[in-house]
């Protein structure tokens, strides 16, 4: 068979060569330990949250080398493909600070880098030069098999309980003759390109994967689809040409594609082309019923697999990434206990130390890490980022929030502090409204649900709401002694010690009158501090209150 003859009757239009790829595209200039790595996802519209975990270890891994970490849109596969895929993703890995040295900008941009374009549909010439290159030295074929011919090829080898796939004998194309070939073409039968494999399914090779250590798998024997009918490539050829083009050297990606590392270190062999190293990440988890019924979260049944879903929610971003880093390498969450004043980039992170099976996404965690950051973070940007969520997710809040913003100021203080200690109870905004509803929840859409203990009677409530609807003193310079005073003309012992020497000489205690005015206006028998709730919302809305439970009280 005349090669040369077959690849210009198949790419006669291409006239470039793989050397002039590779003047094109020189190895780039950097240090020895310097780290290219890629962020390459399909835009389909969908960020997943292991999404975002593999391009935030791909990023540290370049930053903490002074490497590059780039943008690859993987977008031959057009059914899959959304309008504006690219912007989502570049969007939604920002907010949470996973910005790229180089690669694909958003629509209407302009790329940055020199190993461009990083769209892998606007390639189509790169990848079929190496195509045809392929072809030249015979290690690639046309094949015309229709979608009944493979359908046969595999009740064949079911019949024969045979390994599944087109290979050896079956691969009906292997071997046709250029005049077979040619009269194919020429009756404009559609074929997709194949690579003729010379793998030996008795040989071992060996995966040394920077995460999981030396994997050993059989040669590929499958004679895989390069370039699909339109002439797009499979992931597998565009990966190989492309992560050796835009100068790779460590390929980060799910664990998914271990079983295919066979063919990519066959098909960068047979290219010529030096391999990178590779890391499979394992994938984040739930638990699904029983106790070691774990499963991928889904994009289909788990809304928490979805990256919107924590925005949604109101995670600070800090609080995800740093969630994600303590996923990652188990020793991370010690090391910022250690090193307060330090963030994700100051921290070393190590492949070797990541999960070899699939970690468990724990929302508990991730809430308790997220009070810990929330906690570190000052008012003013508790504000900021409160805000930037309620835009969107709480129109309530939002308006608050932009009214009044002393006064918000304010709740974020009272669940935030308590007196000198910082308190650690919100874990994502939407906590707010859900543990302080009687803050952040308009006064005609509030239905508070009164928490109170039974020893306090409807006499006893109606008397000390209506004392103290008398006076609110929220002008007072104290307002507890006021409290106090109020109290003990109705009957109450200023004093809680000695109320518990003389019980019987009160109807209560200080406490008592406290807690059916905090009950009236929170719904519950603890509440930060009261006298600051009340300045919030105002004397008016304090003095509806008082009303309504009395309300309830007396129903
Ligand atoms: N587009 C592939 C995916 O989304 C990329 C895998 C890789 O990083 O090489 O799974």
Redesign the pocket.
């Given at each position: 068979m005349d090669n040369n003859y077959l690849a210009e009757l198949l790419f006669g239009d291409i006239k470039t060569t793989p050397e002039d790829m590779f003047a094109k595209y020189p190895a780039r200039t950097l240090p020895d330990k310097a780290a290219v790595t890629?962020?390459?996802?399909?835009p389909t519209g969908f960020m997943h949250i292991g999404g975002l975990y593999?391009a935030l270890i791909s990023m540290c891994m370049a930053r903490q080398s002074d490497g590059v970490f780039y943008l690859r849109l993987?977008d031959t596969d057009k059914k899959r493909e959304i309008e504006h895929g690219a912007d989502e993703i570049i969007t939604s890995l920002a907010q949470y600070g996973v910005c790229f040295d180089e690669g694909a900008a958003a629509d209407g941009e302009a790329e940055k880098g020199s190993y461009g374009p990083y769209r892998q549909s606007m390639r189509k010439e790169i990848y079929q030069t190496f195509a045809k290159d392929l072809v030249k030295r015979g290690l690639a074929y046309p094949c015309f098999c229709s979608a009944e011919e493979l359908d046969e090829i595999r009740k064949a080898q079911e019949a024969e309980k045979a390994d599944m796939g087109y290979y050896g004998s079956y691969a009906k194309c292997r071997n046709l003759s250029i005049e077979e070939i040619e009269a194919n073409i020429k009756a404009g039968k559609e074929y997709v390109l194949r690579l003729r494999s010379d793998g030996n399914a008795e040989n071992k090779i060996t995966c040394r994967d920077l995460i999981r250590g030396n994997i050993e798998m059989p040669e590929n024997i499958m004679d895989v689809v390069l370039l699909k009918s339109d002439g797009i490539p499979t992931?597998h050829f565009a990966?190989v040409v492309d992560d050796f083009l835009m100068g790779t050297t460590h390929?980060?990606?799910?664990d998914?594609?271990i079983s295919s590392y066979p063919l990519h270190e066959q098909l960068f062999r047979a290219s010529g082309l030096k391999m990178p190293k590779y890391a499979h990440i394992a994938p984040i988890m739930k638990l699904d019923g029983g106790e070691n019924k774990k499963r991928k979260l889904s994009k289909r049944k788990d809304p928490e697999a979805a990256v919107g879903f924590y925005a949604e929610q109101g995670f600070p971003s800090v609080s995800v990434l740093e969630y994600l880093m303590t996923i990652a390498n188990s020793n991370y969450e010690e090391w910022h206990a250690a090193h307060a004043d330090k963030t994700i980039d100051d921290f070393t992170l190590s492949l070797k130390k990541m999960p070899v099976s699939g970690a468990l996404f724990d929302m508990v965690k991730l809430n308790d890490v997220s009070k810990e950051m929330i906690s570190k973070l000052t008012a003013e940007e508790c504000y900021d980022l409160i805000m930037e969520w309620a835009k969107e997710h709480d129109e309530n809040i939002y308006t608050f929030g932009t009214q009044d913003k002393d006064g918000f100021m304010k709740t974020i203080n009272l669940w935030k502090m308590s007196g000198k200690k910082v308190r650690k109870d919100v874990g994502k905004w939407s906590d707010l409204r859900a543990m302080f509803g009687y803050l952040y929840t308009p006064e005609d859409e509030l239905d508070l649900q009164y928490e109170i203990d039974e020893k306090y009677t409807p006499e006893m409530i109606t008397e000390v709401i209506e004392e103290y609807k008398k006076d609110l003193f929220l002008d007072s310079e104290d307002w507890f002694s006021s409290m106090k005073v109020m109290g003990e003309k109705i009957g109450y012992c200023p004093n809680v010690k000695e109320y518990k020497q003389n019980p019987d000489g009160y109807k209560g205690s200080i406490t008592d009158v406290c807690t059916i005015v905090r009950v009236a206006i929170t719904g519950k028998q603890n509440s930060p501090d009261l006298f600051t709730i009340m300045n919030v919302i105002g004397k008016d809305k304090t003095m509806g209150r008082l009303d309504k439970f009395l309300a309830w009280v007396n129903r």
């Open positions: 890629r962020f390459a996802p399909s593999a993987e992931y990966h390929v980060i990606r799910g998914e594609w």
